[in-house]
C-alpha cells in the first residue's frame, strides 16, 4: 500500500500570511494526488486535484503544485474561514491513502 | 443538486453485524465509482471500500472478509455490510463518490458507528 505523509501535523499562522503544507508519497504516484479541507463535524470537502487543478468553486488563494512523490499545498493569504484540518490522498491505486492530516490554526 | 445521504449507524456489540446505507439523488450510483471512507474519534481518514461502474470491489485490509460494498441500482443506494465488527470499527463513516479524476468530489453527511459492549 502507498503511505501519505503530511508535514506539519499542526500549522499555527495569522491572517494574510502564506501557508505552506507539504504531502510526500512513499512511491511515485504521477499527479493523482488531492487536497481536502474538513472543518469540525463536517465531511470533507475537495478542494484540488490532479495535484494542481483547483475544484470549481474554491478560492484562488488556493493551490497545489507537485508531482512523483513531493506535493505542495499552498494557501497564498491565510483567511479566518480557512482554518481546518487538510488532508491530501492519492488516486494512483486503490487503498487511496490519506496522509495523517495537516490541523491549521490562527495566531 | 447531486447528494448523498447515510443511515444505518449505530450502537452495536463487538462481533455483531450492521447495515449502513447511502442514498444518492442527482446522478446514478450505478454509473459511478463509489467508495466508504471512515474516521475515528478524533483521527484522520481511511478509504474502506470501493465500488466501480463495472461492479468490481476493493476493500482495505483491515476489513477484508468483514466488510461487503454493493449498491442496489434502481434504488439508486450504495451499502456497506459491516460483520465480525471490532472496537476499532468505530468511526464516522462517509459515502462518497470519486469523480473521473480520482478525488472523491461528493460527500454524504456522515454516520456514526460505535462499537462497544
Known amino acids: 500500500d502507498i503511505q501519505m505523509t503530511q508535514s506539519p501535523s499542526s500549522l499555527s499562522a495569522s491572517v494574510g500570511d502564506r501557508v505552506t503544507i507539504l504531502c510526500r508519497a512513499s512511491q511515485t504516484i504521477s499527479t493523482y494526488l488531492n487536497w481536502y479541507q474538513q472543518k469540525p463535524g463536517k465531511a470533507p470537502k475537495l478542494l484540488i486535484y490532479g495535484a494542481s487543478t483547483l475544484q470549481s468553486g474554491v478560492p484562488s488563494r488556493f493551490s497545489g503544485s507537485g508531482s512523483g512523490t513531493d506535493f505542495t499545498l499552498t494557501i497564498s493569504s491565510l483567511q479566518p474561514e480557512d482554518i481546518a484540518t487538510y488532508y491530501c490522498?492519492?488516486?494512483?491505486?486503490?487503498?487511496?491513502?490519506f496522509g495523517q492530516g495537516t490541523k491549521l490554526e490562527i495566531k | 443538486e447531486e447528494q448523498l445521504v447515510e443511515s444505518g449507524g449505530g450502537l452495536v456489540q463487538p462481533g455483531g453485524s450492521l447495515r449502513l446505507s447511502c442514498a444518492a439523488s442527482?446522478?446514478?450510483?450505478?454509473?459511478?465509482?463509489m467508495g466508504w471512507v471512515r474516521q475515528a474519534p478524533g483521527k484522520g481518514l481511511q478509504s474502506v471500500s470501493v465500488?466501480?461502474?463495472?461492479?468490481?470491489?476493493d476493500h482495505a485490509d483491515s476489513v477484508k472478509g468483514r466488510f461487503t460494498i454493493s449498491r442496489h441500482n434502481s434504488k439508486n443506494t450504495l451499502y456497506l455490510d459491516m460483520n465480525s465488527m471490532r472496537f476499532d470499527d468505530t468511526a464516522v463513516y462517509y459515502c462518497?463518490?470519486?469523480?473521473?479524476?480520482?478525488?472523491?468530489?461528493?460527500w454524504g453527511q456522515g454516520t456514526m458507528v460505535a462499537v462497544s459492549s
Open positions: 462518497a463518490r470519486r469523480a473521473w479524476f480520482g478525488g472523491f468530489d461528493i
Open positions: 442527482g446522478f446514478s450510483v450505478r454509473g459511478n465509482y
Open positions: 490522498q492519492q488516486s494512483y491505486t486503490t487503498p487511496y491513502s
Open positions: 465500488i466501480d461502474s463495472g461492479g468490481a470491489t
